[in-house]
């Protein structure tokens, strides 16, 4: 079977969604339900995970026991608030390890500020935790962070809710041809087909929240996403056939006509 593996675990969906931005839990739960998704991630400053007592709770709504949780750095614009977002959701989580690194430049663009990305992500990896690493779409910074020993890359399409869709395939392709561990496209992705582009790239998998969780129907949408997702993996292994510019085929055999 052909599955995603990231920090020596296996999974099954190619596609991690977010747990903001839905109008309430039960609407989150059947979306993330539709889409197949076994990653979630959730902002530890926006999302009750337990640390309000007496709150409704993520936790209720999508088990730990069913989803892998990727806590995430959602709202942090240095090193240290990174830092200490995710020793805070370690804590909230029972010691989990896997989390998503990002340190945000300005809350106009939300693009990565790739030298405290840097920095945060040497003092987690020492600290003992597994990080993907949301980042520009830089293949040298891409590969600065394998270095340091994140276990996935998560460069962006385009800006973080914008929902405009992977701008720059040539970069990513850079980063997937260089980088061994896997390539995760984070933000930008507007609906099924740039998560299709992505996956026919090459990408290992896609993570997206406002495109589902923003959409007039994020239930059916989230059901889109997953069929893009599985299409664009199996066209990406099948192999597309070359482009031919100024060059016509038939799609027919031309011999063996009748009446020739």
Same mark, same amino acid.
């Given at each position: 079977? *052909?599955?995603?593996?990231i ?13 903001? %931005? ?22 530890i400053r ?19 026991s ?31 390890? +896997? ?18 990305? @840097? ?6 990896? %020492? *600290? ?18 394998? *270095? ?17 869709? @992977?701008?720059?395939?040539?970069? +990513?392709?850079? @980063? ?8 995760v ?8 087909s *740039? ?16 495109? @589902? ?7 059916l ?12 993996r ?27």
């Open positions: 079977m *052909d599955q995603l593996v920090a020596g675990k296996a999974y099954s969906s190619r596609l991690l969604v977010g747990t903001g %931005k839905y109008k309430d839990f039960d609407e989150t739960r059947l979306a993330v339900e539709a889409s197949g998704a076994e990653i979630v991630t959730v902002a926006r999302t009750n995970i337990g640390q309000e007592a007496g709150q409704p709770s993520l936790l209720d709504a999508l088990p730990p069913k989803y892998t949780y990727l806590p995430n750095t959602a709202g942090c614009y240095t090193a240290d608030d990174a830092i200490r977002t995710l020793r805070l959701a370690r804590e909230l989580l029972d010691g989990h390890s +896997l989390v998503k690194l990002e340190v945000l430049g300005d809350p106009q663009s939300l693009y990565p500020n790739v030298v405290e990305t @840097i920095k945060a992500a040497e003092v987690l990896i %020492k *600290d003992g935790f597994q990080v993907m690493v949301y980042t520009s779409d830089d293949p040298i910074i891409a590969r600065q962070l394998e *270095d340091i020993g994140c276990v996935a890359i998560m460069p962006l399409a385009s800006l973080i809710g914008s929902g405009m869709g @992977i701008l720059n395939p040539w970069n +990513l392709q850079i @980063i997937i041809d260089r980088i061994k561990v896997p390539v496209v984070d933000a930008g992705v507007g609906t099924a *740039d998560a299709a582009i992505a996956m026919e790239l090459g990408c290992d998998a896609v993570l997206m929240n406002t495109a @589902i969780a923003g959409s007039q129907n994020p239930v949408m989230a059901e889109a996403m997953r069929q893009a997702v599985d299409a664009g199996k066209a990406y292994l099948a192999g597309r056939m070359p482009k031919k510019i100024y060059t016509a085929s038939p799609s027919s055999p031309t011999s063996g006509l009748i009446g020739s």
